[in-house]
């Protein structure tokens, strides 16, 4: 073949919104995402919306409008050192579930954190106590469901605590806190109850501290 006058044409790369999004690319927009509702870019609400769309998503090109509003991680104002040394795997950890039905489930003491908490009450009390805890990452969000139930979270008085969701014929209440630090551990409460309760708030007099020395020697362990 005369290859003068047949040259080779480049192979032609697909469009942004043909290329089939991978796993990777999912969790890339996620942690954009986790990002911008910790630093309060996006509601509870709106972060909610958008994960559900990202895990949806079969292309590149569906991916990228959902974080086309919002800075890629770590831009903007933010200190060049942060003041606590968050593992930046935990948050892709699965969810830790904390079931409670017909009985009760506690988690409190010294115990780590992940990205995600699912607790479930039916007929039970599930109670979750973050004052002593380790947090693996920035971002917890906690997703609280009581059924003729109870739901009941403490966070430590100096983090950020946040969360949305509704009572039916029961009680939904988050007391919103906003740490004065930047870089403090944020924890997000979403749910519901029906003809129960979830109820998250500070446990007054406890305080975090010292959680990059505590984080730093959990992990050596």
């Known amino acids: 073949m005369d290859l003068e006058k047949h040259p080779q044409q480049p ?3 697909a469009e942004p919104d043909v290329i089939r999004a991978s796993d990777a690319d999912r969790d890339r927009i996620a942690d954009i995402l986790r990002e911008a509702m910790a630093e309060g870019r996006l509601t509870a609400e709106e972060h909610g919306e958008r994960v559900d769309a990202v895990y949806r998503a079969k ?8 974080v086309r509003d919002l800075p890629a991680p770590g831009g903007g104002a ?7 040394a968050y593992d930046p795997e935990a948050a892709a950890g699965p969810a830790d579930n904390l079931v409670a039905v017909f009985s009760s489930s506690t988690r409190r003491g010294r115990w780590r954190v992940g990205g995600r908490t699912n607790a ?3 007929f039970g009390s599930v109670e979750i106590d973050l004052t002593e805890a380790l947090f693996g990452q920035r971002l917890t969000v906690i997703n609280a469901t009581s059924i003729f139930g109870s739901v009941e979270i ?3 008085e100096n983090i950020s605590l946040r969360g949305s969701g509704t009572g039916i014929f029961g009680n939904f209440e988050v007391v919103t ?7 403090a551990p944020v924890v997000v409460v979403n749910g519901y109850s029906v003809f129960g309760s979830v109820e998250a708030k ?3 007099g406890k305080f975090i501290a ?5 984080l730093r020697k959990h992990l050596g362990h």
């Open 11 to 13: 192979t032609a790369r």
């Open 59 to 66: 292309t590149v090109g569906e991916l990228e409008p959902l």
């Open 78 to 84: 933010r200190p060049s050192t942060a003041p606590y």
């Open 120 to 122: 479930f009450s039916l």
């Open 154 to 156: 403490r966070v430590p």
């Open 177 to 183: 806190l906003e740490s004065g630090d930047p870089e």
């Open 202 to 204: 500070p446990k007054r």
């Open 210 to 214: 010292d959680l990059q020395d505590r």
